[in-house]
């Protein structure tokens, strides 16, 4: 609206009476279709609650809460419930409020600040005449005043009741407004912003805003938490206005509660809607449901024993303050670490790891190294059978096939702790005299009662490496162990893995040698292999002996080249497949049982072999020292404990923040619900991106900690909720 937004009569009565009676159908429909809309599912459980508990006699206050500027200009007193009770009165509120500290009103008159404004083509005499009687009031006017006069007022006096009369607007989407007070100067409620602050510190209880359309003068004065506010929803007519302060001021001043005051002066203007339809829809107050609605014996200061008072509705209860969210929050981070402490996570830990591990992009083969299969095919040609996978002849063509290809490393896993003839004598001088072999054997464990097999004798013990595994509770193979003390009673005396052996041969030709850090770590040229603790990521008291590191499987479906046995000896391989490379030899047949669960399966048809797998742990070292692949890495666990804080806290206050908004419980639901499903997807991007940089962070913890405090804030204000009903 203009300037002229509070309109005055025109000078000529009104006699389309068409015209009325179109209006007075269009307030008929928009009845109806609100009270059907009232009568939905959504609103059911209110509308049960409110006539089981509430009798047609008790004086009740309904707010509505909300922000969207349509809803607000919806005639909620049409509803039909609030036909049965004539002591009710609905209020609009913003979403968002709190209570402010102000000091009590001293026994007196009521302080009234009265700014008449600029009245150009309206009548505002009558709203000075109608002040100005007020009995037991105190009426201080302001004629077309200038900024400065005006600020002064609020400034330097305690009002209890502020009077604004003349033109007004709001301004765009509704949510300002703006009030003329003069001929020239207009205002918007943010330019009064400390001076009304500092009145209502000081005791203002109500503001009145005679004036047109000030649902956006409203909106900015919840902002400054006025506990009460009487505006007018649309442009009204001056006998309007008039009437409804005359009506108004009666009640109120002769001890009727404010609301009802407001619904009686409201009603009245019934009178009026002959010639000015809905008229009745027009003034609405504006609450701060943290403050009480004042009489107006208790403006005067005049105390009031509450038990004279007729019965009223409770308050609603503010929304779940902030910090409660975050202590909830904390709290789930606080229970949730104490269950991870426990060992209760670390299956689903594990095995989400597998799935991350699987969703990293393709790395390819490892050129380093090939592999020579040993299949079921291959054992059957064996002459002697039953005695072991290969028999010393043909494991000696083997190797001499192989030796003009010039391999850099030659790995046997393959357990060779008694002779298998033919050919035992020829490869036994081998194995003694060719230094780029290594063999390996197997450590015994008294406690698990596995008795260990020994190395072939020939071979030194520089060149023999252990082939143990460790597997998971689930079977799995995670964790790499490159040495450990061995038991002086076992047949295997090496403290080194076969794969460190191999690595270390590799890499002492490009200059790089073994060293242990004063922490004993084991460092390969400037890579340190940190050994894991019992508490690593999602691994929980776990048995740490001797020195493990994570394994950081190649994201590929082939990490090493492989070629069959029965292909070597036919000459069916290229020298560049083998030269300088590490060549390891090992038993690939389904029969020997030898095939090993890894994150990328444990189905028969995806399981490992293990010759396999003691590639992939070579590669491991060879690929972190040579290429800086990164190791598998974790934070502290004080880290890790922050990093669970963070992710409640976001969906403890995402949480907070949707309920804050106050819209109805099923959109609040879906939103809780849809803000679970983002931050939960984020997190997996999130983690999934670490881990392709080598981190494990903690990817269940936290997702639980976003599902649980969302649910815990929730459950919270539901129970609030209830509490209230």
Request: glycine letters at 6%; charged letters at 20%; proline letters at 7%.
């Amino acid at each position: 609206m203009g300037l002229h937004s509070r309109l005055s009569a025109p000078d000529e009565q009104v006699k389309n009476v068409s015209l009325l009676q179109d209006c007075g159908k269009t307030s008929a429909l928009l009845r109806d279709r609100l009270n059907a809309w009232l009568q939905t599912e959504p609103f059911r459980p209110i509308r049960e609650k409110w006539l089981e508990k509430l009798h047609p006699s008790d004086t009740i206050r309904v707010i509505v809460q909300t922000e969207d500027p349509l809803l607000q200009k919806l005639p909620w007193h049409l509803w039909e419930v609030l036909e049965r009770y004539p002591q009710a009165e609905i209020a609009l509120s913003a979403p968002a409020y709190d209570q402010v500290s102000h000091h009590s009103t001293p026994p007196g008159q009521v302080s009234v600040l009265a700014i008449l404004g600029n009245s150009k083509g309206i009548d505002t005499k009558a709203d000075r005449a109608l002040l100005e009687k007020l009995a037991d009031a105190e009426v201080k006017l302001l004629v077309e005043p200038s900024h400065q006069d005006l600020s002064d007022r609020l400034w330097e006096h305690p009002w209890d009741i502020l009077f604004f009369a003349g033109h007004s607007s709001s301004q765009g989407d509704g949510e300002t407004g703006k009030i003329y007070i003069n001929q020239t100067d207009s205002l918007t409620i943010n330019q009064l912003k400390y001076a009304l602050k500092k009145s209502t510190e000081r005791g203002l209880k109500l503001a009145i805003f005679n004036s047109c359309d000030g649902l956006g003068l409203a909106r900015e004065l919840a902002d400054l938490h006025i506990p009460q506010v009487i505006v007018m929803r649309e442009p009204v007519p001056d006998p309007i206005a008039q009437a409804f302060l005359k009506y108004f001021l009666q009640a109120f001043s002769s001890g009727e509660p404010l609301y009802l005051a407001v619904r009686q002066a409201r009603e009245r203007l019934q009178a009026l809607e002959d010639q000015f339809p809905c008229a009745t829809w027009l003034p609405v107050i504006y609450q701060n449901p943290a403050e009480q609605p004042p009489t107006w014996q208790e403006l005067k200061g005049i105390e009031v024993d509450p038990t004279t008072q007729p019965p009223s509705t409770p308050l609603p209860r503010p929304p779940l303050r902030l910090h409660w969210a975050i202590a909830l929050s904390l709290t789930i981070t606080a229970l949730l670490s104490g269950i991870r402490y426990l060992g209760m996570l670390q299956p689903i830990e594990l095995h989400a790891f597998d799935q991350l591990l699987r969703l990293r992009p393709e790395e390819g083969t490892d050129a380093r190294l090939l592999v020579v299969t040993i299949d079921d095919s291959d054992i059957q040609t064996q002459p002697q059978k039953g005695q072991g996978s290969l028999s010393d002849g043909a494991l000696s063509q083997l190797l001499e096939t192989l030796d003009p290809y010039q391999p850099r490393v030659i790995g046997l896993d393959i357990y060779r702790d008694r002779p298998v003839e033919p050919g035992q004598k020829t490869l036994a001088s081998r194995l003694k005299q060719d230094g780029r072999l290594v063999v390996t054997c197997k450590v015994s464990d008294t406690e698990s009662k596995v008795a260990g097999i020994a190395p072939p004798p020939e071979v030194p013990g520089d060149r023999v490496g252990f082939s143990d595994f460790l597997e998971d509770p689930d079977g799995v193979l995670r964790r790499q162990l490159l040495f450990m003390d061995v038991p002086p009673d076992s047949l295997c005396n090496t403290p080194y893995s076969f794969s460190l052996q191999l690595a270390s041969r590799y890499l002492a030709a490009e200059g790089i040698e073994p060293r242990f850090t004063p922490e004993g770590n084991l460092q390969l040229g400037k890579t340190v292999f940190q050994s894991i603790h019992s508490r690593t990521g999602g691994y929980q008291g776990i048995d740490a002996w001797g020195s493990q590191i994570l394994l950081n499987y190649r994201a590929t479906r082939r990490p090493v080249a492989q070629v069959s046995l029965s292909q070597v000896l036919s000459g069916q391989i290229n020298a560049s497949a083998v030269k300088d490379r590490i060549v390891l030899i090992g038993v690939t047949a389904r029969s020997y049982s030898d095939y090993w669960s890894t994150p990328y399966g444990s189905g028969p048809a995806e399981k490992m072999a293990g010759v396999v797998v003691q590639a992939e742990m070579t590669s491991q070292i060879l690929s972190t020292v040579l290429n800086q692949r990164p190791l598998l890495w974790v934070w502290s666990q004080e880290m890790e404990i922050a990093w669970i804080g963070v992710w409640s806290l976001v969906g403890g206050m995402v949480t907070w923040w949707i309920y804050s908004r106050r819209q109805s419980s099923k959109q609040t639901m879906i939103w809780v619900v849809l803000t679970v499903i983002t931050a939960s997807g984020a997190l997996c991007l999130i983690c999934s991106g670490i881990l392709t940089q080598g981190g494990w962070v903690p990817l269940v913890p936290a997702m639980l900690a976003i599902a649980a405090a969302a649910g815990t804030v929730s459950l919270h204000h539901s129970f609030r909720s209830q509490r209230l009903t």
